[in-house]
């Protein structure tokens, strides 16, 4: 099936009433996580995964699809308005988004971040639609050998591309992959670390470790901050730009374009680095560089396309090889994994409606989110107003009922509680979560196939390097590994996450 067929298909699938609905509830919850800060798209996934078990594969892909863009959008109105990110990739855009709001400049700041975030979206949802099906048909080719070489090299990018240090980053990589390996050795039926528990001997589960991890350590970490909230909202009085700032932001808008859509192939990558990048960018040719920080549309323009195409492009690995770039890819695999639905490349041609569906639903909502932004960005602030010792509550109530709703076993809450608690102390460490939970999904993967391949080859190495697919992507990953350890490298990375997190 050509590109185009694809695309009219995925728009029969995704505009029927079902899927329009549950894409606005998508767009909406994601506009909202990333309203109130501290919440975020990956707890907010990770708690929705057990109600995605009594919907179709389509919908619930689009709902949570939508949540994760969404939060993108909903980031930017508090960075702006307030200069509270209500998510880490929009940290950049408040820099000059709130000085452009002091200066009575509100509204083109927000015009801009969602005119750039849709023109992004638009691009970067072209842009998947042609590569998927590309890189799907060379992943046809791929054997155990391949997809053995390609998952070691996500998880290397994911530990060198993961905040903090990279000693921690491989510790948490390294704790996920022993997660992976509980249960049953699907090659010998042996159970492995379950320590006598039966309900362990199909694995740990995968909700209640990503609800914990992400949900019940947002709720412990957040509990621990002030419960006040920003009183001082600037008002909006002019919406739209002018023709000179339209003019100075469309150079941003498609360099940012592009870069968030390189970037967020990347595992490790997507928006948050990609919002970073375009800012230095944008900074560093700008002919007035001297006006970054003091209120300068390129400082909005760009960063906010960059996340938005990060955010988008994200998904090309996810569909097209089963491998996720970031956490929430992670989280969107653990949902089609329990939709009974395996990653990689054949999803195109065994479920082609679903490939297309999704691809054609990121269209429609980021055009929803377009609608929603603008005129209801008054309601959305004062949401800020809600203190957090009220929502904690439902949220953790609403955790702990869907994660046993899941399975229906106790010991799920047991494992719940324990990732809550573990991934609270691990960041109090300065220990990213992400490489843990990616490490989780893609730790049984570098098994199997690892174990498949030495059973192709009767137990012979050279079958890594003999493969020419498979010797490359090895050359990479060691390449990759050993660059990491130059001096200069290592305190340009410790620079560029110390900078972000500024």
């Given amino acids: 099936m050509d590109v185009f067929n694809g695309i009219i298909l995925g728009f029969s699938q995704a505009a029927t009433p079902t899927a329009l609905l549950f894409c606005l509830i998508g767009v909406t919850l994601g506009t909202l996580v990333g309203v109130l800060p501290g919440i975020g798209p990956s707890a907010t996934i990770a708690m929705l995964l057990p109600i995605t078990l009594g919907l179709d594969p389509l919908i619930a892909l689009i709902m949570l699809a939508g949540i994760y863009y969404g939060a993108q959008y909903g980031g930017s109105i508090t960075a702006i308005l307030v200069n509270v990110p209500g998510e ?20 083109p700041a ?80 042996a159970t492995r670390f379950t320590f006598g528990i039966d309900e362990l001997r199909s694995g740990v589960d995968f909700i209640a470790v990503s609800v914990g991890i992400f949900g019940i350590a947002e709720i412990l970490r957040n509990l621990e901050t002030s419960d006040s909230v920003p009183r001082a909202v600037h008002k909006i009085t002019r919406l739209m730009p002018n023709r000179e700032e339209f003019r100075r932001s469309i150079g941003p808008v498609l360099r940012g374009t592009g870069l968030g859509s ?87 041609v065994s479920q082609p409606e679903l490939f297309w569906g999704l691809i054609a639903s990121m269209w429609i909502g980021n055009l929803m989110l377009v609608i929603l932004n603008l005129p209801l960005v008054g309601a959305w602030v004062r949401l800020l107003r809600i203190p957090y010792s009220i929502l904690f509550p439902g949220i953790l109530a609403f955790a702990c009922i869907g994660t046993f709703s899941a399975n229906g076993i106790i010991i799920d809450l047991y494992v719940l509680a324990a990732a809550g608690i573990g991934g609270y102390l691990l960041t109090r460490v300065g220990c990213d979560p992400a490489p843990l939970l990616l490490g989780f999904v893609l730790g049984p993967m570098l098994e199997e196939h690892f174990r498949r391949a030495m059973l192709i080859s009767e137990g012979n190495l050279a079958v890594f390097v003999e493969r020419p697919i498979s010797a490359v992507l090895i050359v990479v990953t060691l390449g990759i590994a050993a660059m990491t350890f130059v001096p200069a490298l290592m305190s340009t990375r410790k620079t560029v996450f110390a900078q972000a997190e500024d």
């Fill in 88 to 107: 880490p990739s929009t940290a950049v855009t408040a820099i000059d988004g709130y000085q452009m709001a002091r200066q009575g400049r509100a509204g």
């Fill in 262 to 348: 390189l970037l967020g192939v990347l595992p490790g990558g997507g928006a948050f680095l990609s919002s970073f990048a375009s800012y230095a960018v944008e900074k560093r040719i700008s002919k007035h560089p001297e006006e970054f920080g003091k209120g300068a549309i390129e400082g909005v323009a760009g960063p906010e396309s960059a996340n938005n195409a990060g955010a988008q492009t994200s998904f090309i690995p996810m569909l097209t090889l089963g491998i996720p770039s970031n956490a929430v890819m992670a989280l969107m695999i653990g949902a089609m994994v329990v939709q009974g639905i395996q990653p990689g490349p054949r999803v195109i």
């Fill in 110 to 189: 927000l015009a801009i971040s969602a005119i750039g975030s849709f023109v992004a979206g638009t691009i970067s949802t072209l842009v998947l639609a042609v590569a998927s099906p590309a890189l799907s048909q060379v992943a046809l080719k791929f054997g155990a050998p391949e997809y053995f070489s390609l998952t070691l090299l996500g998880i290397i990018l994911v530990v060198v591309l993961s905040q903090g240090s990279l000693l921690k980053g491989l510790a948490m990589a390294a704790l996920g992959l022993l997660l992976g390996l509980v249960g049953t050795d699907v090659f010998t039926s």
